[in-house]
């Protein structure tokens, strides 16, 4: 079974601009959580989804924002991009309710701020 | 505010000896504790998942334990390898009107190098 996916691997924007980055679960998970870890603050959690539905949202700003479809894959969005945007971003998949059930991580796509 | 920490920050061992990284959580109403591993600059994987009901799970090397009442986790490794170098993340899944379930909060990590 194919694990979490995520894409792009890597992306270098600059201030101001939005970007999208993509996650695709393992097939049969329904809930999909994002995380943002930098040095210096971790691993933060940025928002859930379940069901196409947000479930969890972590303290980030409006300008994080996300989205799921009816196959379970997953996109957030990053608008009006700051310097201290740059951060691996973090896609992990479960199962079902996620209170309960394992969660699995994808590689991170890697953005650099410029 | 629930919060997790881990002691700690660092640690260098010789090959072969047996250690435990630890686990402290602020809060004892938690759905479940996870530990991770992580290679630099690549994404986390799972080693073991302990439910609030479990006191222990085991996978091969490695024993986690948990004891809600105390807020602690331990990750015990077994016959350490050179190979079991990494970051080690402990994640807890805390109950409450502000997490529907899946929302972990993590520790700092401990960075474990494991000399030959």
């Known amino acids: 079974k194919a694990g979490v996916t995520q894409t792009p691997r890597y992306l270098i924007k600059t201030r101001g601009q939005q970007v999208t980055l993509s996650c695709s679960p393992i097939?049969?998970?329904?809930?999909v959580s994002w995380y943002q870890q930098t040095p210096g603050q971790g691993l933060q959690f940025l928002f859930e989804?379940?069901?196409?539905?947000?479930?969890n949202k972590g303290n980030f700003p409006g300008r994080f924002s996300g989205r799921q479809f009816s196959n379970s894959r997953s996109e957030m969005n990053v608008s009006t991009l700051e310097l201290g945007d740059s951060a691996l971003y973090l896609c992990?998949?479960?199962?079902?309710?996620?209170?309960?059930?394992?969660?699995?991580f994808g590689p991170g796509t890697r953005l650099t701020v410029l | 505010k629930q919060e997790v920490t881990q002691i700690p920050a660092a640690l260098s061992v010789p090959e072969g000896e047996n250690l435990v990284l630890n686990c402290s959580f602020t809060?004892?109403?938690?759905?479940?504790l996870q530990w991770f591993r992580q290679d630099p600059g690549k994404g986390l994987t799972s080693l073991l998942l302990?439910?609030?009901?479990?006191r222990e799970q085991t996978s091969g090397r490695l024993n986690a334990s948990l004891d809600k009442s105390s807020g602690r986790s331990t990750l015990y490794i077994a016959a350490s390898q050179p190979g079991d170098s990494a970051t080690y993340l402990c994640?807890?899944?805390?109950?409450?009107?502000?997490?529907?379930?899946?929302?972990?909060?993590f520790g700092q990590g401990t960075e474990l190098s494991v000399k030959p």
């Open positions: 992990a998949s479960s199962l079902d309710t996620g209170a309960l059930d394992e969660q699995f």
């Open positions: 097939s049969g998970h329904r809930s």
């Open positions: 989804y379940f069901s196409e539905t947000q479930r």
């Open positions: 809060d004892s109403a938690i759905y479940n």
């Open positions: 302990i439910q609030s009901s479990q």
């Open positions: 994640a807890v899944n805390f109950r409450g009107i502000y997490n529907q379930g899946g929302k972990l909060i």
